[in-house]
């Protein structure tokens, strides 16, 4: 949350040549309404099934790169979908993300004291993310032009696999 996911993912696919697509708008397709919503009428479950539902679909039809939500990885399910897949973490200090995402509007996982649940949050998933990163990118003090740009080289010193997207 406030790593520049989409920022960041827009700028690498516009580098690499490809389509760009963040797994929150798919699960906004999918449900017909927005993130906030559906955690407030079906909860945050169902908001995992859908995501979980709309990252498959993602990896299985999408050719680019994907943003996930910052709670995807959560769900076992999601995690394994994602093995063999260049996974890139964008790690993000408290005190970055406490500005990037401000106020928390229009964040459901961010009510009450902002900087305080930020900081559960990276607690809690950090050591998830860097599990399942190939690539782990610092952004702190950096332009997302130059986080893509590291992702990009970075990318190119995987080994290259054919299921590899």
Request: proline content about 4%; aromatic content about 4%.
């Amino acid at each position: 949350m406030g790593a520049g996911k989409t920022t960041v993912g827009r700028l690498l696919a516009a580098t690499l040549g490809v389509t760009f697509l963040d797994s929150d708008h798919a699960v906004e397709a999918r449900a017909g309404k927005p993130v906030q919503e559906i955690f407030v009428d079906d909860g945050e479950a169902a908001f995992r099934t859908l995501e979980r539902e709309a990252v498959a679909a993602a990896l299985d039809e999408h050719d680019g790169v994907l943003a996930l939500g910052g709670g995807a990885v959560l769900d076992p399910a999601t995690r394994a979908l994602l093995e063999g897949h260049a996974v890139v973490f964008l790690r993000v200090g408290l005190s970055d993300a406490v500005k990037r995402v401000g106020l928390g509007a229009g964040r459901p996982l961010l009510l009450g004291n902002v900087r305080a649940r930020v900081k559960q949050l990276l607690d809690e998933r950090t050591p998830i993310y860097e599990g399942l990163a190939r690539i782990s990118v610092d952004t702190d003090g950096r332009s997302p032009q130059d986080v893509a740009a590291e992702i990009a080289a970075g990318l190119d010193r995987l080994p290259h696999r054919t299921e590899e997207r």
